[in-house]
Antibody, heavy 114, light 112 residues
């Protein structure tokens, strides 16, 4: 079964850090660009970051540049999002997605609050 | 950044009747490789989004054929030929031609 499963969300204080993980199965992960997309409470979808198959090309939305890092481990079929210097407006459900959204995980909730 | 503008933002529909959602981009979505990376997503209440259409008009596997996508350049449309109850949700267009990728605001489809 083709599947993406996110984990690592939770409550963090402003200025704090979280590391999200996404475990992939059922498809050739190492040949797939991977993406993080978020959705703030009651809001629409926002693209956050995309990483090429071998990790050599990284793209980030301006609002997270310098704070978030997207990485992957093809041997583990896993995608990561290291989130540092978290802000209240980073509060959202974070989805892992394949490519341009061909496949989505169930999402992991991130709440940034003091 | 490319701005994606959807209309309408709210679409009450009658079961069995057609529905149409427009998505306009602030610049052409034609990529240098000849593709147009315009996607349509459906998000049912309480669920993760699901891609319906990619590259303007290509239906994902398992998507009913009552969904169709069309358009070119800066003007795109998602059509539902006959709305069913399971089609209730929010629909988003997204462009993947230019960085950063950007979404439309979403169109909320519900039953009259």
């Amino acid at each position: 079964e083709v599947q993406l499963v996110e984990s690592g969300g939770g409550l963090a204080q402003p200025g704090g850090s979280l590391r999200l993980s996404c475990a992939a199965s059922g498809f050739t992960f190492s040949k797939t660009w991977m993406t993080w997309i978020r959705q703030a409470p009651g809001k629409g979808l926002e693209w956050v970051a995309t990483l090429s198959q071998d990790g050599s090309n990284e793209y980030l939305v301006d609002s997270v540049k310098g704070r978030f890092t997207i990485t992957r481990d093809n041997a583990k079929s896993s995608l990561y999002l290291q989130m540092d210097s978290l802000r209240v407006d980073d509060t959202a459900v974070y989805y892992c997605a394949g490519g341009q959204g061909a496949l989505w995980g169930q999402g992991t909730q991130v709440i940034v609050s003091s | 950044d490319v701005v994606m503008t959807q209309s309408p933002l709210s679409l009450p529909v009658t079961l069995g009747q057609p529905a149409s959602i427009s998505c306009r981009s602030s610049q052409s979505l034609l990529h240098g490789d000849g593709n147009t990376f315009l996607n349509w997503f459906q998000q049912r209440p309480g669920q993760s989004p699901r891609r319906l259409i990619y590259k303007v008009s290509n239906r994902e596997s398992g998507v009913p054929d009552r969904f169709s996508g069309s358009g070119s350049g800066t003007d795109f449309t998602l059509k539902i030929s006959r709305v069913e109850a399971e089609d209730v949700g929010v629909y988003y267009c997204m462009q993947g031609t230019h960085w950063p990728w950007t979404f439309g605001q979403g169109t909320n489809v519900d039953i009259k």
